[in-house]
């Protein structure tokens, strides 16, 4: 099992910055494709970042040039650095974990954590 949880979120302006965490336990971490999903109010969970066992990177279109995902295997931890943040980036972000990327939605997740983007 994988247990996952999200820190880093909270209030900035537009054009403004923020580093999500995701700390994981377990002794396989390295093992795990990561990846970010968030969900903003009234809409469905979407697909943000991923990154794979290699470090090879996948990113939605609305995030690419803006967002950048890494992992630190060491300490059994995936980061999310968001710059130039839009309003539109409000939402819950949540950490996932996947022996494969089309597994991660069906995979383990976390309780999230709150983004907000004020215009």
């Known amino acids: 099992q994988v247990q996952l949880v999200e820190s880093g979120g909270g209030l900035v302006q537009a054009g403004g910055s923020l580093r999500l965490s995701c700390a994981a336990s377990?002794?396989?971490?390295?093992?795990?494709?990561m990846g970010w999903f968030r969900q903003a109010p009234g809409k469905e969970r979407e697909f943000a970042a991923a990154?794979?066992?290699?470090?090879?990177?996948d990113y939605a279109d609305s995030v690419k040039g803006r967002f950048t995902i890494s992992r630190d295997n060491a300490k059994n931890t995936v980061y999310l650095q968001m710059n130039s943040l839009k309003p539109e980036d409000t939402a819950v972000y949540y950490c996932a974990a996947d022996r494969t990327i089309g597994g991660l939605l069906s995979g383990y997740w976390g309780q999230g954590t709150q983004v907000t983007v004020s215009s």
């Open positions: 377990g002794r396989t971490f390295s093992s795990y494709v």
């Open positions: 990154i794979r066992q290699s470090g090879y990177t």
